[in-house]
């Protein structure tokens, strides 16, 4: 299993990105999703979730303006990253955990769940 994140980059504050996170090698089994992000200096930490129903969560910090989202044809989940700010400059790294049937509606918010994780993209928010 491969997961390819992509779609960081330099952006002003109050700009939006898009990141996009590929995955492969998990066809035919459901799968929850997550993003974490990474500051200089900081541990990692979780910024947004999705069951494999759909049902999503973010943390307060991003909550607002951070939308996770995914395309099951595409195999592509998606952080949607709205009014950035300089303290969401990070490396963030999407990540998935593969799911029985008795836990398809649920999210996962700490990071030790998850089975696969893809390799990170920097997000910079700088004028």
């Known amino acids: 299993v491969q997961l390819q994140a992509s779609g960081g980059g330099l952006v002003q504050p109050r700009g939006s990105l898009r990141l996009s996170c590929v995955i492969s090698?998990?066809?035919?089994?459901?799968?929850?999703a997550g993003w974490f992000r990474q500051a200089p200096g900081r541990e990692r930490e979780g910024v947004s979730y999705m069951s494999v129903t759909g049902s999503t969560h973010s943390e307060d910090a991003v909550a607002g303006r951070f939308t996770i989202s995914r395309d099951n044809a595409k195999r592509t989940v998606y952080l949607e990253m709205n009014s950035l700010k300089p303290e969401d400059t990070a490396i963030y790294y999407c990540?998935?955990?593969?799911?029985?049937?008795?836990?398809?509606?649920?999210?996962?918010?700490?990071?030790?769940?998850?089975?696969?994780w893809g390799r990170g993209t920097l997000v910079t928010v700088s004028s």
């Open positions: 090698g998990l066809e035919g089994e459901s799968y929850a």
């Open positions: 990540a998935i955990k593969r799911i029985a049937d008795g836990l398809i509606g649920r999210i996962f918010k700490y990071e030790s769940y998850y089975d696969f």
